[in-house]
């Protein structure tokens, strides 16, 4: 069931209201299925810069991948994906093909 027959509202009205929570600056990244708390966000922000930050102080040349994430916070692929999207959308990581390092 989509968000507008759970709220018993028209389309535009809460396309409208998801907007202004865009824009307060309470829900970040996410698609039009998926929607994430600000605090969360920035709580995983700052887990995997650490966790890149460990894995390349043990290996340089180590790509942290989606299963590495999936398996060290505990998540499905299904919102690793993407929450790993919305940080590199703004530039916190890096997609290679490999996996994902934090940019310089």
């Known amino acids: 069931m989509s968000l507008c027959g759970i709220l018993n509202e028209a389309e535009a009205t809460v396309r409208n209201?998801?907007?202004?929570?865009?824009?307060?600056a309470l829900i970040h990244g996410g698609d039009e299925h998926r929607l994430f708390h600000r605090d969360y966000v920035l709580t995983l922000q700052e887990n995997i810069s650490r966790i890149i930050r460990d894995y390349h102080r043990i290996n340089p040349l180590r790509i942290l991948t989606p299963p590495d994430v999936r398996d060290m916070l505990g998540l499905s692929r299904k919102?690793?994906?993407?929450?790993?999207?919305y940080l590199d959308s703004i530039k916190?990581?890096?997609r290679t093909p490999e996996g994902r390092r934090l940019r310089k």
Not at 17 to 24: D, G, P, Q, T
Not at 79 to 85: F, K, N, S, T, V
């Open 17 to 24: 209201h998801v907007l202004e929570l865009r824009r307060s």
């Open 79 to 85: 919102y690793i994906m993407p929450l790993l999207e």
């Open 92 to 94: 916190m990581t890096v």
